[in-house]
Structure formats: C-alpha cells, structure tokens
T-cell receptor
Framework: EAGVTQSPTHLIKTRGQQATLRCSPI?????VYWYQQALGLGLQFLLW???????NRGNFPPRFSGRQFPNYSSELNVNALELEDSALYLC?????????????FGPGTRLLVL | GENVGLHLPTLSVQEGDNSIINCAYS??????FIWYKQESGKGPQFIID?????DKRQGQRVTVLLNKTVKHLSLQIAATQPGDSAVYFC???????????FGTGTRLQVFP
C-alpha cells in the first residue's frame, strides 16, 4: 500500500512569490495535516483538514492557507513568500474516524526562498 | 513556536547496546503520545505510540514508558543497530484535537 506522497520534492521560489505544495494521503485516510520543519526548529503544526474542511490551524499568518479536495488530497499555499518560509513542509494523514489516530508522514517538500 | 529547538541533543551508543531517549512533554491535557524516527532527507516514520491509560508499551525492540506524574516519556531501543541512527521525536496529542506538538528531537548515533 502506498504511503503519503508529496510533490514537488524540492521547490525554489523568490521572495514575494507564491508556492503551492501538494499531498496525497494514504488510501482510505480522510484527514490531512501539514507541518513545517524549519532548520534549527522542530516540527510545527500548520493546518488540519478533514472531510474537506479546515479543522484547526497553528500559529501561522493567514498567507499560509490550503484546501482539501473531494478525493482527500490537499494543497498548501504560501503567499507573499518570505526568506524565513524556507523549510521542509511535511504532510501527514490519518484515518480520521476519531481523534488521536496515528498520523503517517510523507517525505516532505523542501521549499527554498531566495 | 511551540517547540523551539536551538540545540539538538545527541546520544551516542555502541552497536548492540541499549538506547534510552527521553522526552518531557508540556501539556497536561495530552493523553496520546507518539515516537517518530526521522532519517536524513526523509519524513518522520512512526515507531510506537502509547495512550495515557498505560504506562508501558512494547514493540519489536522498542519500549515506550510514560510517567504522567512528571510528564515524562522515554523510548528504549534494545540491541541498537546502525540502522537506528536518526533523529527521534516525541509528539504529544492533547485531548480532543489532532494537533501534534513535537519535542525538539534527539539525534541517535550508533558506532561500531
């Protein structure tokens, strides 16, 4: 069974541009989570989507947004990119049938903002 | 951020020895805990989890211990192997949410 997949693996943008990152959850999983892992920092929760709706978001500015599609895949959009947005963006998925189910992570998209 | 890590602690062990990685969690409302392993260039990989109604759970070569009184979690790896070299993160999941709060991580280095 395929795990969580993310694309692209690497993304290079310049300051002020927009970035779009994509995630496909494990088959049968309905919840998708996004985390940011910046150099020197731990993983920080960004967004949680379930059944197409945003359920929770972390302490990030509104220029970080996303959506979940009917097939449960998800996009993370980062507008007006800043240098400090350079990080590994990780997507995770879970079954979504109840709270506190195991989250399984994808390989991440490494975003570099120049 | 919620888990700012300026320094990544490192644990160096000899191949074949047992490893113990510790983690202090912060939220008293957390009642689900997970250990993840992250190898260089990869996403975190689930190792083992434990819920707050337990104080010990065993997997294959790994054991997680939970001490709710002092809000402490540990991961024990038996007979550590070179393939165990990675950064290990503990994560806490507060009640009634799916937001994981990660620790700063510990780098495990296994030498022959």
């Amino acid at each position: 069974e395929a795990g969580v997949t993310q694309s692209p693996t690497h993304l290079i943008k310049t300051r002020g541009q927009q970035a779009t990152l994509r995630c496909s959850p494990i088959s049968g999983h309905t919840s998708v989570y996004w985390y940011q892992q910046a150099l020197g920092l731990g993983l920080q929760f960004l967004l949680w989507y379930d059944e197409g709706e945003e359920r929770n978001r972390g302490n990030f500015p509104p220029r970080f947004s996303g959506r979940q599609f009917p097939n449960y895949s998800s996009e993370l959009n980062v507008n007006a990119l800043e240098l400090e947005d350079s990080a590994l963006y990780l997507c995770a998925s879970s079954k979504g049938t109840e709270y506190q189910e195991t989250q399984y992570f994808g390989p991440g998209t490494r975003l570099l903002v120049l | 951020g919620e888990n700012v890590g300026l320094h990544l602690p490192t644990l160096s062990v000899q191949e074949g020895d047992n490893s113990i990685i510790n983690c202090a969690y912060s939220n008293s409302a957390s009642d689900y805990f997970i250990w993840y392993k992250q190898e260089s260039g990869k996403g975190p990989q689930f190792i083992i989890d434990i819920r707050s109604n337990m104080d010990k759970r065993q997997g294959q070569r790994v054991t997680v211990l939970l001490n709710k009184t002092v809000k402490h979690l540990s991961l024990q790896i038996a007979a550590t192997q070179p393939g165990d070299s990675a950064v290990y993160f503990c994560a806490e999941n507060p009640y009634n949410t799916d937001k994981l709060i990660f620790g700063t991580g510990t780098r495990l280095q296994v030498f022959p």
